[in-house]
């Protein structure tokens, strides 16, 4: 007994279950429901909502709870007796907002058990859709704010990051200008962390560190809300947010709409969710200094462990809570996994195929450089989708594939620089990190070995071990994050990737002339390619 912990990842495109036997070190169990094809009736394309406008990104929050009651039934379906699972927590989707009425803590306390959670809860919702983190059409509220917290260095000093198109203040000051009445009615905003907690415990459930950070709202340094970032933002704000707490706070005991219906014990212990980014710090085992990890995800991101708050002066990266108190550094490309798709789907190939030819073609691609904004970019900030390309066209297979694999971890290298410790080890995690090639790309571009697990939902393992340690750390204070990370990731590490050295020295030329490229693009500097011609005479003739 107190031994079995579940984790939750309400994510893009789907949302993953875990369970975790805490004794054993072990993944018990796992599964995902994919919103697409497992929800057909919500239309998604990759878990959005199709708009004709693609700075608009927005999700309905009502399918992310019929995906969590069909986890449930299925989980319910397997075999295992729900009753045994002692604590449970959640990871979800970042900066995504869900907008409720005066209504919601009633229809939470009263949750009937033979109708499903999204008929009840449609009602409550004073906003039908939630922007989500793909959204980058706040450009305007983000000025605005920046301006009102007096610049772009004040802005990162007290909420940790710039504004940015995704973070949950500018979304929340578009909504109360575009539709005063609906804000009005609107009497909480939750995160799709905090949302989802709450009807796992029946009650509005507070914000954790963590996530809280993604939405300029709070101060970095003291972890509340800070006043002058909710003035800048819209009025009355204060009112309609949760609460801020530890990530490790247990917020309630599962409501009885989930005992009667799927069997949890009573005693269930819900631990505050947060954000995947700050999950996956935990899945992975970043709880020391020197360590960063990559995810290769919808969006790619890179973060690591911070001891103190570092902030970027450059604005690109974010600092967030960390589920251990601490702090964590990250950086996020939209352009991950749907650019990566659509290169593969523009030529017709599989991920086998992608791979062979990714194997087959020449490290630093013979000089040719991508600049893969498929979609608007969030670091470097692009908002009108383009790609780019240096020496080569659109037709060239090998050219695109290296192309766009060696532009997504350049970048990832020149945008991290801020974080002054360089990394000694890269974890790599996320569905695309299965591929060997890409890992390979990564340890010789930063020079340093690179780790993968066999289990790629970091984000949700890390859910269920922030369950475990909440859960035990009352009782057995000695339980520290290196003896869960010790059992959990150490344990399920299957592969280290080892760079090669003379590639690297190659890489740290690309580096310098991939920068010229964005300079070139992006900043009106000078042409790129004398550089380039001698990069290729230098590694190619
Ligand atoms: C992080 C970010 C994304 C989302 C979705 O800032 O926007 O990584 O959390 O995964």
């Known amino acids: 007994m107190d031994r079995y912990f579940l984790g ?4 893009t495109q789907s949302l993953t279950l875990i369970l975790i036997d805490y004794n054993e070190g072990e993944i018990l169990y796992k599964d995902s429901v994919n919103y697409d094809k497992d929800l057909p009736q919500y239309h998604t394309q990759n878990g959005t909502i199709p708009n004709e406008d693609e700075k608009i990104v927005h999700s309905n929050p009502l399918m992310w709870i019929d995906a969590l009651e069909m986890a449930f039934e299925r989980f319910k379906g397997s075999g295992f007796d729900l009753i045994q699972v002692s604590a449970i927590s959640g990871s979800g989707q970042q900066h995504g907002t869900v907008y409720l009425d005066t209504t919601f803590p009633d229809i939470l306390a009263n949750l009937d058990p033979k109708k499903s959670l999204s008929s009840q809860i449609r009602n409550s919702l004073s906003r039908e859709t939630s922007p989500i983190w793909m959204d980058s059409s706040t450009n305007n509220q983000c000025e605005e704010i920046r301006k009102a917290l007096g610049g772009r260095a004040r802005t990162i000093e007290i909420t940790g990051s710039d504004t940015f198109e995704r973070f ?16 009005q009615r609107t009497d909480t905003i939750h995160l ?17 560190h963590g996530d809280g950070a993604g939405m300029n709202l709070m101060n970095i340094e003291t972890r509340k809300w800070d006043q002058r970032a909710l003035d800048a933002t819209a009025p009355n704000l204060k009112n309609k947010l949760p609460s801020l707490t530890l990530s490790h706070t247990i917020v309630g005991t599962i409501s009885p709409y989930f005992i009667q219906k799927y069997g949890f014990s009573p005693k269930l212990k ?4 947060s954000g995947d980014n700050p999950n996956s710090l935990i899945g ?6 020197g360590k960063v990890a990559i995810s290769l995800g919808t969006s790619d991101t890179y973060f690591g462990y911070l001891k103190n708050l570092k902030v970027d002066p450059k604005g690109e990266g974010h600092v967030f809570g960390a589920p251990t108190g601490d702090y964590m550094s990250l950086i996020c490309y939209k352009n991950g996994s749907l650019a990566r798709e659509k290169i593969k789907d523009v030529f017709g190939l599989d991920w086998d195929s992608f791979s062979k030819i990714l194997v087959k073609s020449k490290p630093g691609n013979e000089g ?8 608007p970019e969030i670091v470097p900030l692009v908002l009108k989708p383009q790609v780019y390309r240096f020496g080569f066209d659109e037709n060239d297979i090998s050219a695109n594939i290296r192309g766009i694999i060696e532009a997504q971890v350049l970048s990832m290298r020149l945008h991290s620089q801020w974080i002054a410790e360089h990394p000694q080890e890269i974890y790599a995690t996320g569905g695309a990190s299965a591929n060997k090639e890409i890992l390979q790309i990564i340890a010789n571009v930063f020079g340093v070995n690179v780790k993968k697990f066999d289990i790629p939902d970091s984000a949700a393992l890390g859910a269920a071990m922030r369950a475990a340690k909440s859960y035990y750390t009352p009782e057995e204070p000695k339980l520290s994050w290196e003896d869960i990370a010790m059992k959990f990731v150490d344990k399920h590490t299957i592969n280290i990737i080892h760079p090669n050295m003379d590639l690297h020295e190659m890489y740290n030329d690309l580096l310098l002339l991939y920068e010229k490229c964005e300079d070139f693009v992006l900043r009106n500097k000078e042409d790129p390619e004398p550089l380039r011609k001698e990069f290729m005479v230098k590694y190619f003739e």
Do not use: C, H, T
């Open 8 to 11: 939750i990842d309400a994510s």
């Open 168 to 183: 949950s203040g500018p979304q929340i000051r578009k909504f109360w200008q575009e539709d005063k009445s609906a804000y």
């Open 192 to 208: 799709v962390s905090s949302f989802i907690s709450s009807i796992l415990v029946g009650k509005n459930a507070p914000i954790d």
């Open 270 to 273: 819900v631990v505050a969710w």
């Open 284 to 289: 992975v085992g970043l709880i020391s200094k």
């Open 368 to 375: 040719k450089i991508m600049l893969p904004y498929f979609f």
